[in-house]
């Protein structure tokens, strides 16, 4: 059997309700997102998380990728405590785990060009130099497109060239 790639083990996660005068006094209640979540990913899974609005989908997914803290449990990636772990480790874990948001063109910034918001990433994480990164982006986008002065264009105007 493949290994386990991604584990949570009984994790908690609730959120602080401020009173009128804000974050100025101590929460009035708490909302618990996550009361005692436990799920493993092995490699080559895919695992969908199904419930109704506000059963902490969302918060499940912030907390494995390193949005947001958790109050409890554990979540281990190839068996290392992320909610342990230093900035450094995340820094690797994040080449590993993306969002992959439901409207993409709201999370892009609209004034950068799309070779610019590929490359960020890549420098972000020391990854090659200029020219190995531009081969790097231009070889991803290969595979989808083939309008190769993509690079310059804001992200709206990048579309897939299918034939
Ligand atoms: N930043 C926050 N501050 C306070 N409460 C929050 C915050 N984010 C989420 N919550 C609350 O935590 C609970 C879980 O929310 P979450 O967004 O994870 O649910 P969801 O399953 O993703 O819902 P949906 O299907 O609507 O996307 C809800 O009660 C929500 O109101
Ligand atoms: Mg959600």
Do not use: C
């Amino acid at each position: 059997m493949a290994g386990i790639i991604l584990e949570l083990d009984g994790v908690k996660k609730r959120y602080p309700v401020y009173g009128r005068l804000g974050h100025f006094l101590p929460p009035v209640n708490f909302i618990s997102a996550m009361k005692d979540v436990s799920f493993r990913l092995r490699e080559g899974e895919t695992y969908g998380i199904v419930g109704e609005s506000g059963s902490g989908k969302t918060t499940t997914g912030r907390v494995i990728a390193g949005l947001t803290g958790a109050d409890g449990g554990r979540v281990l990636y190839r068996g290392e405590d992320m909610l342990k772990s230093s900035k450094k480790a995340w820094k690797r874990f994040r080449r590993d785990i993306q969002f992959i948001f439901q409207d993409p063109f709201s999370s892009l910034d609209p004034r950068e060009r799309a070779g610019e918001i590929l490359e960020e990433s890549l420098i972000i994480q020391r990854i090659g130099g200029t020219g190995d990164r531009r081969k790097m982006i231009l070889g991803a986008y290969a595979g989808v497109h083939r309008d190769r002065p993509f690079m310059r264009l804001p992200p709206r105007q990048v579309r897939q060239v299918r034939g």
